[in-house]
C-alpha cells in the first residue's frame, strides 16, 4: 500500500483487536516508510527519507506510537540496507554506498542509546515541540523534536530530581549536523533546537 505511516495507524490496530483474544497481546509496527510507492525514476519511496526529514519523521512516528498504546514493544524498518530510498545504509541517496548512513540510520542509533528506560511524564506548551523522557536507576534522558521547518525553538528543560549545575550531554541532528553532534552543558534553561532537528539530552538523576 503507498501510503506513509500515520500516527493514528497504532491506535486504529488496537481498537480493532478489541473483544478479541488479541485485544491485549504486544503490538509492532513492523514497517514504516513516508511513502511506498514507486517515482518516475523507478525507484521507491521518497528521497526525503533519506535526509534529515526522514529522521524526524521516525522520531515523530515512533514517539507517538509509544505514546499511544503502552503495550507498543518495537519497531521495525522495510529495510536496513539499500532496497531504493528505504534503508538507512547504502540507499538512493547515497548511490549503494554501503559506508554511508542517513539521518534516520544516525537517530535511530543514538536513540537506542540514550533514551533507555521507561518513559516518564513530561509536558511543554510549543505546539511545533514534540518531548520524550525517560529514566533509569542512575540517569534521565529528554527528547526534543522540533518540526517547525523554519523557525528554531528555545527551551527549558526542568528535570525533577538533577543536581543543579550537572553537566548534561548533548546530541543534536539536524541540517547543520547530519551525522549527529555531540556536546556537553550545564545550562538547560537555554536551550535551542533548530528548525527540522532531534536534541536528546542524558544526564544524572
Known amino acids: 500500500m503507498a501510503k506513509a505511516a500515520s500516527f493514528a495507524d497504532i491506535s486504529s490496530a488496537r481498537q480493532a483487536v478489541t473483544g478479541t483474544p488479541a485485544e491485549n497481546l504486544p503490538i509492532g509496527l513492523l514497517e514504516y516508510n513516508m511513502n511506498a510507492g514507486k517515482q518516475r525514476s523507478g525507484k521507491y519511496g521518497i528521497p526525503q527519507q533519506g535526509t534529515i526529514t526522514g529522521a524526524v519523521y521516525a522520531a515523530l512516528l515512533l514517539t507517538q506510537a509509544f505514546a499511544s498504546d503502552s503495550n507498543f514493544t518495537m519497531a521495525a524498518l522495510?529495510?536496513?540496507?539499500?532496497d531504493s530510498n528505504f534503508g538507512v545504509i547504502g540507499n538512493a541517496q547515497s548511490h549503494g554506498n554501503y559506508r554511508d548512513i542517513d539521518e534516520q540510520g544516525w537517530y535511530l542509533r543514538q536513540a537506542a542509546r540514550l533514551m533507555p528506560g521507561q518513559q516518564v511524564v513530561a509536558s511543554f506548551d510549543d505546539p511545533g515541540l514534540q518531548v520524550l523522557a525517560t529514566r533509569v536507576t542512575t540517569h534521565f534522558s529528554v527528547q526534543l523534536v522540533n518540526y517547525n521547518?523554519?523557525?528554531?525553538?528555545?527551551?527549558?528543560?526542568?528535570?525533577?530530581?538533577?543536581?543543579?549545575?550537572?553537566?548534561?550531554?548533548?546530541?543534536?541532528?539536524?541540517?547543520?549536523?547530519?551525522?549527529?553532534?555531540?556536546?556537553?552543558?550545564k545550562d538547560l534553561q537555554r536551550l535551542t533546537v533548530p528548525p527540522q532537528s532531534i536534541v536528546m539530552l542524558r544526564g544524572l538523576r
Do not use: C, F, M
Open 149 to 185: 521547518l523554519h523557525r528554531a525553538t528555545s527551551v527549558a528543560v526542568n528535570v525533577k530530581g538533577r543536581a543543579a549545575g550537572s553537566q548534561v550531554g548533548l546530541w543534536e541532528i539536524s541540517a547543520r549536523y547530519p551525522r549527529g553532534h555531540a556536546s556537553v552543558t
Open 78 to 82: 522495510w529495510d536496513l540496507v539499500s
